[in-house]
């Protein structure tokens, strides 16, 4: 069957006019929330929405449960493994382990059931070239009958817009501004997910772009750094690899900040460590924020959580500069305004 419906799976699919009308949908939807008569109040009206996590949420189950709320639909959470039956997601498998019902029949159940799907699976951390294939939610994609929407996998598209929502209010404009995506240490190998996002958001709504890492193993996929020089290149604009928080850090117009694992180690974090452990002084601190733009007035954002003054100081994350409760609060916004385009009346 072909599918008359759309996915929101990567922001790779997406046009750059496209995402700039979600934000402007987000906008009014922001802008009228508390009003008598809110904008999109209703248009999930006798609608329901499957939330699959497989991972740990705190502001994605939120925002998401609240904004299918407030458009008055019915939001109903699964955990496979917990409060719901553990999931088989590899083809042609002999069901002998842990999982009690495959992919297929679970997405084509809730196809019947619901009118959207989104899912939350990270990555194993054991073998990269698995992991980028991103199984399981396109394994849910693959079997499902209505839209299927990414909450995190090795891509956060959705932390993408509630970003770019962010910046749009405080900047206005995005070309030729300077976006600083910088490595910060954390004790613990994570995920590439919201790296690779804002990576793909920054070349594409027209930043110049600078990917501040410690060395060039914790360059990311070559898939999404192939996607941003692309982008780059389209809006006229550059894509820069810098292994120097000095020069990384001048005239940045906003410095976006998160860890992650270096995938030449994937699975293989004990003999990744030592390179981390040499990297604490990457953490975002006073200093480097006082040599961006404007003499000092750079903005500062991450997707939280964040551990204070190991990513990055008190008096950055506490300050005027920084965005990373309104880029949270934004969460909300943007989904609703996905969900609305995905399948509310007007999709």
């Not at 070309?175 to 994570?190: E, V």
């Not at 898939?223 to 000095?246: C, I, K, Q, W």
């Not at 903005?299 to 990055?312: D, G, M, T, Y």
Request: negative net charge; proline residues 5%.
């Amino acid at each position: 069957m072909t599918a008359t419906y759309r996915n929101f799976l990567s922001t790779l699919d997406w046009s750059r006019s496209e995402l700039e009308e979600l934000l402007e949908d987000a906008s009014v939807l922001k802008a009228t929330r508390k009003s008598a008569s809110p904008a999109g109040h209703g248009d999930l009206n006798g609608k329901s929405v499957a939330l699959v996590f497989l991972n740990p949420s705190l502001r994605t189950r939120t925002s998401f449960e609240i904004g299918v709320f407030e458009m008055g639909g019915h939001a109903v959470v699964l955990e496979p493994g917990k409060s719901a039956w553990p999931i088989e997601y590899r083809p042609g498998v002999v069901m002998e382990g842990e999982a009690e019902e495959h992919v297929e029949e679970v997405a084509r159940v809730l196809s019947r059931y619901c009118d959207l799907i989104a899912v939350r699976a990270f990555p194993k951390f054991q073998h990269w070239e698995d992991d980028r294939e991103d199984a399981v939610i396109n394994a849910f994609a693959k079997y499902a009958t209505v839209p299927v929407l990414n909450m995190e996998t090795i891509t956060h598209p959705c932390q993408e817009l509630a970003l770019a929502l962010t910046l749009k209010e405080r900047l206005g404009r995005f070309d030729g501004k300077k976006f600083l995506l910088t490595w910060t240490y954390h004790p613990k190998p994570l995920n590439t997910a919201v790296a690779n996002s804002a990576l793909i958001l920054a070349a594409k709504m027209g930043f110049d772009v600078t990917l501040l890492c410690p060395t060039p193993e914790y360059t990311l996929d070559e898939r999404y750094m192939s996607a941003a020089r692309e982008f780059s290149a389209a809006n006229g604009r550059s894509l820069t690899v810098s292994h120097d928080p000095s020069s990384a850090y001048a005239g940045a117009d906003i410095v976006y900040a998160k860890s992650w694992g270096a995938l030449p180690y994937f699975g293989r974090w004990e003999a990744e460590k030592p390179l981390r452990d040499a990297h604490k002084h990457f953490i975002v601190d006073e200093e480097k924020m006082s040599l961006t733009a404007n003499h000092g007035a750079g903005l500062f954002s991450h997707c939280l959580p964040l551990r204070r003054n190991v990513k990055a100081t008190d008096g950055v994350v506490s300050s005027a500069a920084s965005l990373v409760v309104d880029e949270a609060e934004n969460r909300l916004h943007v989904q609703k305004a996905l969900l609305r385009r995905l399948i509310g009346p007007s999709r």
